[in-house]
């Protein structure tokens, strides 16, 4: 399976919204519920922050948000904060079982 | 709290062989399935390798299949990876990461802080 794709990049101001899309096909993201979100400082460790599509972990932020139609996926982060700067990375199950990341998103807040 | 402690990254040359530890603590090793992902300087995340709870199924990425092999010994909380026949290509920063279930999958709920492999002669 081919890395998933994301936006290199996406930028916007705090307090607006955002969206960060994850495109697969048929045999990942097409045919599961099963896409995961990974926030990542600079050097830092990934943390997740969504799964499931729409699932948020315990103590992650309501602002974070998710969605999918079709092949492709969707972060939503509403009232954009400063510390939300950090590189963003889908993750989704695949036909063959095996997981598949994006390439990941830069996100800056301006 | 879930902690997850990665060792055994260092410098080696191509085709030589290392040995990568995850210590864990926090939670109930043996119950939850646990994974391998690594990151290349620079780059994204990629998936490596993942083990069930009881160490009996394992699964690979195609990029290593063959030459790495991941298992746990429950009885010490501790996760392993095995890099064999190392590549240039493998140069990463391994991290160690916990599934939320105990089947292997794509929901990674702890981290570790990663050790970092290279291969170069």
């Known amino acids: 399976h081919s890395a998933l794709t994301q936006p290199a990049s996406v930028s916007g101001s705090p307090g607006q919204s955002i969206t960060i899309s994850c495109t697969g096909t048929?045999?990942?993201?097409?045919?599961?519920?099963?896409v995961s979100w990974y926030q990542q400082h600079l050097g830092k460790a990934p943390r997740l922050i969504l799964y499931?599509?729409?699932y948020r972990p315990s103590g992650v932020p309501v602002r974070f948000s998710g969605s999918k139609s079709g092949n492709t996926a969707s972060l939503i982060i509403s009232g954009l904060q400063t510390e939300d700067e950090a590189d963003y990375y889908c993750c989704s199950r695949t036909d063959t079982d095996n997981p598949v990341f994006g390439g990941g998103t830069k996100l800056t807040v301006l | 709290d879930v902690q997850l402690l990665e060792s055994g990254g260092g410098l080696e040359q191509p085709g030589g062989s290392l040995t990568l530890a995850c210590e864990a603590s926090g939670f109930k090793f043996h119950i939850y399935a646990m994974g391998w992902v690594r990151q290349a300087p620079g780059k994204g995340l990629e998936w490596v390798a993942a083990?069930?709870?009881?160490?009996?199924?394992?699964y690979y990425a195609d990029s290593v299949k063959g030459r790495f092999s991941v298992f746990r010994d429950n009885s010490e909380s501790t996760l392993y990876l095995q890099l064999n026949s190392l590549r240039a290509d493998d140069t990463a920063v391994y991290y160690c990461?916990?599934?939320?279930?105990?089947?292997?999958?794509?929901?990674?709920?702890?981290w570790g802080q990663g050790t970092l492999v290279t291969v170069s002669s």
């Open positions: 083990i069930g709870g009881g160490g009996e199924s394992t």
């Open positions: 499931a599509v729409t």
């Open positions: 048929d045999s990942d993201i097409g045919a599961f519920d099963r």
């Open positions: 990461a916990k599934e939320m279930s105990g089947s292997y999958g794509e929901i990674f709920d702890s």
